[in-house]
C-alpha cells in the first residue's frame, strides 16, 4: 500500500502490534495527518467566510476516529460504520473524499447534499458511511436496524456507531443500543469520552464513572481504551469488530480522549481550564504520540512522514483549488426530492407573480 | 364473496404482502408469539419465523430508527405502534430522522409505522389518540387512515409497496365494527393520494375521514330522510398527501362544506383543508366552511365524557341542517 519503498524491519525492531503491518502504520498516519490538515484548510475557509455554517473539529480526537475506522472491512458493500462531527477521519478512512468535504462545508452544488445538509452530515453507504443528524444518540437505532439487516442475511458485515459522552444521555441511545444487545446485532459502540458536550463535563452528565459501567446495563462486554493511543483503539476495535463478525453480539469501547476545540469555532471555551488544554496538548496529543512511536520503534522514518505530510497538503490543496469557486445550487433545487412520488414539490402561487 | 372485518381485511393485506415479498418483515411490542394486543398479526410468527416477525423491547424510537436502518439496506419494514399514542415516544425518530432522510440525504427509507388509533371505546387519554395533525406538518411522510375494510387491506399493501414512509392509521373501533366483501383472486390495491366518493350527493359536502365517515354516512341518511338535504361524503383515506382535486370537485358540486373529524379542533386537518379550499375554490362557496371536530381536551375515560367531546352522528346532523339552510 506504501507508496514508498520501506526498509525491512531488523532483528533489534520491536514488533508490530496487533497484527499490522508497516505500509499499513503509515497509511493510518496519513489519515491522522490528512484529518488534521484538512481541518486546518477548513478553519481558514471559515475565517475567509467560505464555510456557510459552522466548523466542528476532532483536534485531539483524530487518533480515536482513523484507528476505529481502520479496524473495519472496507470496499464496495463491506462494514458501515455513523460518524459524528469529530469522525472526519473516519469517514476519510472509509473513503470520503477531501473534496467531498469541503464542497459539503461550503454548501456547494456539486456536494454530496447538493447543499442541503451541513458539514460532515452525508453518506454514501456503498463505501460505508452514514452521515449523523443533529439529535444525537439517534443513529444507534439507525445501526441497530442497519446491523439487524446483516444479521438476518446471514452474512458476516459489521456496524460500528460513534457515540460521545453526552449522547449517551440520550434516549435513543438507550433505547437503540438495549434493542441491538437483545437482537445480538453485529454492531461496535466507540464511546468518546472527549470530556465536554458543549460545555457542560461528564460530571454534570452522568453519575457512572466510565462509559464502559453503563453497558453492565445491557449485558454486553466493554472495555475502557487510552483513546489517544491509536494502536490501542486500533487492536480494542478490531477484537471487538471480530467478534461481531463471529455473531457473539454488540460490544463497547470507551475511547478516553480529549475535545481540545470548543464545541464548534465560534466557541471560545472559557469553560475549559487552559492548563488543562495545554496539558493534552503538550503530553496527550495522539498524532505526536503515533509519530514518537513510530519512530522510536523504527517502524517508520522522520523523512517518510515528512513525506506523507508533504503529499497530503499537496492533497488539500488541489481539493481545495477543485472547489472553492464553485457555485451554490440554483434557489429552485430545493424543491425536488422529498419524495420518490411526487419527484419535486410545486414552487408556491406567490413565486409566479 | 365472504365479508371480512376491517381486521380481517387489514391482515389479509399484511399476510399477502410478507408472502409476496421476502424483503418485508414486522416488528412491535408483542406482535408475534402473542399477536398483537388487537391479534392483527396472529399467526404471523408461525407462518413467517421469528426473524421476519420480531418481538421488540418497549422501545418505539428504537423501533422506527432500526426499521429505517434497515429500509435503508432494501428491507421493507413494517413497525407496530401498540397503540398508535405510543407514536410520540418515536416523534423525533420520525420527524427528524425518517422523514428527512431521501430529501438530504437521497436515503430511501420505505417504512410503514402502524397501529390502532382513535376514541369511542372507552380507551382513556392514552389509548384514544389520533396523531394524524402531529405529522402533518413534516414533509417526507405520508399519512393514510383507511375507513373501509376494502381500503384496509388496500391502503396497506399500497404502504408496504410505497417508496417512501408511510404513517398507517387503524381505527380501533372500526376493527370489528364493519363487515365487507372483498374480492378472491384480486389483488386490492388503494392508491395513496386518491380520495373516495363514500355517497354521492347535492346540497352539502362532508370531507371527512376514519370513523366519522360512519357517522357521517348516518348522519347524511338521516339528513336525507328527515330533511330532504342531499349530502355528499368524501372519505379522505389519505391525510398526506390531501386530495386537493377531489376536494375541489366536491366543493364545486354542492357548494357547501362541512368538515368533520374525530382529532381536536385546533391546528387539526380541517384548519388545512379549509384553507385549501380558499385558495382553490372561493368563488365556487355558498357559505361558511364548517367544522364539527372534538372539544380541545384531552381524551376523558367515563362514557359521559367522552360522549360529550367527541363528535356525534347528531352533532353532524345539526351543523349540516344549520349549513343546509344558510
Not at chain 1, 68 to 75: K, P
Not at chain 2, 14 to 29: A, I, N, S, T
Not at chain 2, 295 to 315: I, S
Request: proline share 6%; glycine share 8%.
Amino acid at each position: 500500500m506504501s507508496l514508498h519503498p520501506v526498509p525491512a524491519t531488523g532483528p533489534e525492531t520491536p514488533a508490530i502490534p496487533a497484527e499490522l503491518e508497516r505500509p499499513q502504520l503509515l497509511e493510518m498516519y496519513r489519515y491522522l495527518r490528512l484529518t488534521r490538515t484538512l481541518e486546518e484548510r477548513l478553519v481558514a475557509l471559515y475565517r475567509q467566510s467560505k464555510v456557510i455554517g459552522g466548523l466542528y473539529r476532532s483536534l485531539g480526537q483524530e487518533g480515536e476516529s482513523v484507528a476505529s475506522a481502520y479496524a473495519l472491512e472496507r470496499g464496495r458493500h463491506r462494514d458501515i460504520l455513523s460518524p459524528l462531527i469529530r469522525n472526519l477521519g473516519s469517514m476519510l478512512v472509509m473513503g470520503a473524499k477531501p473534496v467531498e468535504i469541503l464542497r459539503q462545508y461550503m454548501a456547494k452544488a456539486a456536494g454530496p447534499t447538493r447543499g442541503r445538509e451541513m458539514n460532515v452530515h452525508f453518506n454514501d453507504l456503498e463505501l460505508g458511511f452514514l452521515g449523523q443528524i443533529s439529535h444525537l444518540g439517534d443513529m444507534v437505532p439507525v445501526m441497530a436496524g442497519i446491523t439487524l439487516t446483516f444479521k438476518l442475511r446471514g452474512g458476516a458485515r459489521v456496524g460500528l456507531v460513534y457515540v460521545g459522552d453526552g449522547a449517551t444521555s440520550t434516549g435513543a441511545f438507550h433505547e437503540g443500543l438495549n434493542f441491538a444487545a437483545v437482537q445480538r446485532c453485529p454492531l461496535v459502540l466507540i464511546g468518546e469520552y472527549n470530556h465536554w458536550a458543549y460545555s457542560t463535563p461528564p460530571q454534570k452528565q452522568f453519575a457512572v464513572h466510565d462509559l464502559a459501567d453503563k453497558a453492565k446495563g445491557y449485558g454486553i462486554p466493554a472495555v475502557t481504551v487510552d483513546g489517544n493511543d491509536v494502536l490501542a483503539v486500533y487492536a480494542a476495535t478490531k477484537h471487538a469488530v471480530a467478534r461481531a463478525r463471529r455473531g457473539k453480539g454488540v460490544h463497547f469501547i470507551e475511547v478516553k480522549t480529549y475535545r481540545r476545540k470548543g464545541h464548534a469555532e465560534h466557541d471560545d471555551q472559557h469553560y475549559q481550564p487552559p492548563e488543562e488544554l495545554e496539558r493534552w496538548a503538550r503530553e496527550n496529543d495522539p498524532v505526536d504520540r503515533y509519530v514518537k512511536q513510530l519512530v522510536e520503534n523504527d517502524w517508520a522514518e522522520e523523512a517518510e512522514l515528512a513525506e506523507i505530510d508533504r503529499s497530503v497538503r499537496d492533497e488539500v490543496d488541489h481539493a481545495t483549488d477543485a472547489c472553492v469557486n464553485d457555485a451554490l445550487p440554483p434557489g429552485d433545487s430545493a424543491l425536488p426530492g422529498v419524495f420518490a412520488n411526487p419527484p419535486a414539490a410545486e414552487p408556491l402561487w406567490f413565486r409566479g407573480l | 364473496m365472504p365479508e371480512v372485518t376491517f381486521l380481517e381485511a387489514l391482515r389479509q393485506g399484511l399476510w399477502e404482502e410478507m408472502e409476496r415479498d421476502e424483503r418485508v418483515f414486522m416488528l412491535g411490542e408483542d406482535i408475534g408469539a402473542y399477536g398483537g394486543a388487537f391479534k392483527v398479526t396472529e399467526g404471523f410468527q408461525k407462518r413467517f419465523g421469528e426473524a421476519r416477525v420480531i418481538d421488540t423491547p418497549i422501545s418505539e424510537a428504537a423501533i422506527v430508527g432500526a426499521a429505517a436502518g434497515a429500509a435503508h439496506m432494501g428491507m421493507r419494514p413494517v413497525a407496530e405502534m401498540q397503540f398508535i399514542d405510543f407514536i410520540s415516544c418515536a416523534y423525533d425518530m420520525l420527524t427528524n430522522y425518517v422523514a428527512t432522510a431521501r430529501y438530504r440525504a437521497g436515503l430511501a427509507t420505505p417504512i410503514v409505522v402502524r397501529g390502532p388509533c382513535g376514541g369511542y371505546v372507552r380507551g382513556g387519554p392514552f389509548h384514544s389518540q389520533n396523531p394524524e395533525a402531529a405529522f402533518l406538518h413534516t414533509p417526507g411522510l405520508k399519512i393514510v387512515y383507511p375507513a373501509t375494510a376494502r381500503d384496509a387491506k388496500g391502503l396497506i399493501k399500497a404502504s408496504i409497496r410505497d417508496d417512501d414512509p408511510v404513517i398507517y392509521l387503524e381505527h380501533k373501533w372500526l376493527y370489528r365494527r364493519i363487515k365487507e366483501a372483498l374480492p378472491e383472486g384480486e389483488e386490492v390495491l388503494t392508491p395513496i393520494g386518491q380520495a373516495r366518493v363514500a355517497r354521492e350527493g347535492k346540497d352539502l359536502s362532508i370531507i371527512t375521514y376514519g370513523a366519522t365517515v360512519w357517522k357521517a354516512l348516518e348522519a347524511a341518511e338521516q339528513l336525507t330522510n328527515n330533511g330532504g338535504v342531499s349530502v355528499e361524503v368524501l372519505d379522505l383515506r389519505t391525510l398526506l398527501p390531501l386530495d386537493d382535486a377531489a376536494i375541489v370537485a366536491t366543493v364545486k358540486k354542492t357548494n357547501k362544506v362541512l368538515i368533520v373529524h374525530e382529532d381536536t379542533r385546533t391546528g387539526g386537518l380541517a384548519g388545512e383543508i379549509t384553507a385549501r379550499i380558499n385558495e382553490q375554490a372561493f368563488e365556487w362557496l355558498d357559505g361558511p366552511i364548517v367544522r364539527v371536530t372534538a372539544h380541545d381536551v384531552p381524551l376523558p375515560y367515563a362514557p359521559t365524557l367522552e360522549d360529550f367531546v367527541l363528535p356525534q352522528t347528531d352533532d353532524i346532523v345539526k351543523a349540516a341542517t344549520w349549513l343546509a339552510k344558510y
